[in-house]
């Protein structure tokens, strides 16, 4: 089966401008999530749907950071304006019916 | 919230020695516990899993415990491999497979 897909791969945006990330989960997965790994550290989770709803949002942070899944199949994480503190690896994830995550490549975003 | 504390940080040992690595959870409704591995530059992957209603699991040479009552949980890793070599990140979620969240990761080296 197609795994999950992420893009872009790479991301180098200055301080105050914007980014979208893509992911398209694998077909049939209805929870989809996003996670921050910064360099050296565990995934941390942003959001998670169920379909296009929202299951858990504790930790984004909303005056910034965006994300949508409307048709409850892939999502758009956004990120306005960036800082220089979110530099890190941004990982898109869908789980089928045993919970088991199956992520994607990431989209690795430098902020300069 | 939930909180998963993860010990220890980096681990050496020689190829054939055993590897064991040690989490904590916060949340005593946590019931869902996987372990992934991540190598350099790629994506976790799950390598074995733990459900509340059981103490052990074992698949090959890796084996996870889990004890509910003091709410922690460990990977074995026996005959170590140069390829076993990566980041190991333990993680906890709640019942329905919400809100996964992921330890601080164990970097294992396995020198031949």
């Known amino acids: 089966e197609a795994g999950v897909a992420q893009s872009p791969r790479y991301k180098i945006i200055e301080k105050r401008q914007s980014v979208a990330f893509w992911c398209n989960p694998i077909s049939g997965h209805a929870t989809l999530y996003w996670y921050q790994q910064i360099l050296g550290q565990g995934p941390k989770l942003l959001i998670q749907f169920q379909n296009n709803g929202v299951v858990d949002d504790s930790q984004l942070p909303k005056d910034r950071f965006s994300a949508e899944r409307l048709k409850g199949v892939d999502s758009t994480l956004k990120i306005q304006p960036a800082k220089l503190e979110d530099s890190a690896v941004y990982l898109c994830?869908?789980?089928?019916?045993?919970?088991?995550?199956?992520f994607g490549e990431g989209s690795r975003l430098t902020v300069l | 919230g939930e909180n998963v504390e993860q010990h220890p940080s980096t681990l050496s040992v020689q190829e054939g020695d055993s590897a064991v690595i040690k989490c904590t959870y916060s949340d005593s409704a946590s019931n869902y516990f996987p372990w992934y591995k991540q190598e350099l530059g790629k994506r976790p992957q799950l390598i074995i899993d733990i459900r509340s209603n059981v103490g052990e699991k074992k698949d090959q040479r890796i084996a996870v415990t889990l004890n509910k009552t003091a709410k922690h949980f460990s990977l074995h890793i026996t005959e170590t491999q140069p390829e076993d070599s990566a980041v190991y990140f333990c993680a906890a979620s709640l019942p329905g497979f919400q809100k996964l969240v992921f330890g601080t990761g164990t970097r294992l080296l396995v020198s031949p």
């Open positions: 994830a869908s789980s089928n019916m045993d919970g088991e995550l199956f």
